[in-house]
Nanobody, 129 residues
Framework: QVQLVESGGALVQPGGSLRLSCAVS????????IGWFRQAPGKAREGISR????????DYSDSVKGRFTGSRDNAKNAVYLQMNSLKPEDTAMYYC??????????????????????WGQGTQVTVSS
């Protein structure tokens, strides 16, 4: 069973940057589609980025497009989320999640959280001056 551990969350000033990491164990990261989600207090969980299994395809929600960049390092079995130009409204608990791939077929689920079977514990990002 695959396990995910997020890290890199911190308190940062508006306009700053952070890089979140998602360490994957128990399987090859390329066999899974990985999604990044966030949840602010009192708000629904929001999918913000997704990376396909297999062939490298990345997509973003409109709320972070142009500011956040996802990546995958197969050698390190990890996924990353580079967050630039952070805003106070980016404050949330950030999670990575995994959806099993479809063998050799490149698979990229939607950003609906119910499509992901495995979740990390989350890392807190706070954007405040």
């Amino acid at each position: 069973q695959v396990q995910l551990v997020e890290s890199g969350g911190a308190l940062v000033q508006p306009g700053g940057s952070l890089r979140l990491s998602c360490a994957v164990s128990g399987s090859n990261v390329a066999r899974y589609a990985i999604g990044w989600f966030r949840q602010a207090p009192g708000k629904a969980r929001e999918g913000i980025s997704r990376i396909s299994s297999g062939e490298y395809i990345i997509d973003y929600s409109d709320s972070v497009k142009g500011r956040f960049t996802g990546s995958r390092d197969n050698a390190k079995n990890a996924v990353y989320l580079q967050m630039n130009s952070l805003k106070p409204e980016d404050t949330a608990m950030y999670y990575c999640a995994a959806a099993p791939g479809l063998g050799s077929v490149t698979f990229i689920p939607t950003l609906n959280d119910y499509e992901y079977d495995f979740w990390g514990q989350g890392t807190q990002v706070t954007v405040s001056s």
